[in-house]
């Protein structure tokens, strides 16, 4: 790891922070970003994502990888990038273990469908979401709401916003509606999500039995790797196989996007933080692998995530998160006090306000404990 004085002259300085939304004096012991990512791994937000959805729901099996699992995965491969650019391990890190605290339970089914429950009030998206619990929704800390994170931690976990929801964010959805550019430390991040989440999903698909290695051997990039392991160990087999492979994916995406960005840090030449902000995007997969990425994620697309047995369980996810929100919205009187909006009128406003704290009450669920509240909202035995 490397000290502000060490890191690249372009890369995100603790000590030069934009600060916090509240005032605090400075850690002794520790840098402000490293402070972040202690107080992200504290929340009870960071907690639940041992019980939310990756792929397959939480029931389906105790193998299988969650939003915490990922989230480690992603901050690892992050790191890893981080360290060769000489970029700020710790942001990156903090971003990482945060990006997905604001998803809802049963993944992108549950998202859809309460985005879509939300549709006159707002909307909902998972990183203005990640944004909200660590502004607002967190309760830890006697002096202010939330987590009270940088503005760099922050910026980063909102790597996604509509126009209209960032003229409502003041500094942090600013680089929204001007189009400039976040860190490179919140674009890496970024990427190395995306590194996580394709091939451990092959992982996933393999060992649930709902994608065949035949399968993936008509894709290049998975054929072109497991024929080298075939070649560098002729009797290995099975799930040994099957990890190497994909490590040796992983790696091979991790050293093109470092050899990519550093090619194009070196082309643009930033000197600063502030000047990165007014360039393209510098980091990025060379035009060969960002099609081989592409099509990887085009293959699970269409083989994995919209599988029939997928397709059964998110729309029965879709179907639990909807009526949930429905049942709230009619009779909130039936959620726990903190959610209940104090009111005896019942305009737009209070309507509003109401369906946002129903959000806020889904979205922070785990999977089974959606699946228990739906049972006893809905099951005369359930209590």
Do not use: W
């Amino acid at each position: 790891m490397f000290t502000d004085a060490q890191l690249a002259p372009y890369a995100a300085k603790s000590a030069s922070s934009r600060g916090r939304r509240y005032a605090e004096s400075p850690p002794s012991s520790r840098s402000e970003f490293q402070r972040d990512r202690d107080r992200i791994i504290h929340s009870t937000a960071f907690r639940r994502l041992e019980y939310k959805t990756q792929v397959f729901i939480n029931h389906e099996g105790d193998l299988f990888r969650t939003r915490l699992t990922h989230s480690l995965e992603v901050a690892q491969i992050g790191r890893s990038i981080a360290r060769n650019l000489r970029l700020n391990e710790d942001l990156v890190e903090a971003i990482a273990l945060a990006h997905d605290l604001g998803h809802t339970p049963f993944g992108h089914a549950g998202q859809d469908a309460l985005n879509a429950c939300m549709k006159d009030f707002g909307g909902f998206e998972h990183n203005l979401q990640s944004l909200r619990v660590v502004d607002a929704l967190e309760e830890r800390y006697a002096a202010f709401d939330g987590l009270n994170l940088t503005f760099e931690a922050r910026e980063g976990i909102l790597k996604h916003c509509a126009l209209n929801n960032a003229k409502n964010l003041g500094d942090i959805g600013q680089r929204f509606i001007n189009k400039t550019q976040p860190s490179l430390e919140a674009q890496l991040t970024n990427l190395a999500d995306e590194i996580a989440y394709n091939n451990h999903d092959i992982d996933d698909g393999l060992r649930s039995g709902l994608l065949l290695e035949s399968e993936l051997m008509q894709l290049d990039f998975y054929a072109r790797h497991r024929h080298a392991v075939d070649a560098a160990f002729p009797s290995i087999s099975g799930r040994r196989a099957v990890a190497e492979t994909i490590r040796r994916m992983i790696n091979d995406l991790i050293v093109d996007l470092i050899h990519t960005s550093e090619k194009r840090i070196a082309e643009f030449a930033p000197a600063s933080l502030d000047q990165v902000r007014q360039m393209d995007s510098m980091i990025a997969f060379s035009d060969a692998m960002y099609q081989e990425a592409k099509i990887l994620k085009q293959f699970l697309r269409e083989n994995l995530y919209r599988h029939y047995l997928v397709n059964r369980m998110t729309s029965k996810a879709r179907t639990t998160v909807r009526e949930l929100f429905e049942i709230l919205m009619t009779e909130p009187i039936l959620l726990p006090p903190d959610y209940q909006i104090k009111t005896a009128s019942a305009n737009e406003e209070s309507r509003t306000l109401q369906a946002r704290k129903i959000a806020d009450y889904i979205a922070g669920m785990t999977d089974r404990f959606a699946i228990k509240e739906h049972r006893r909202l809905f099951l005369i035995e359930e209590v």
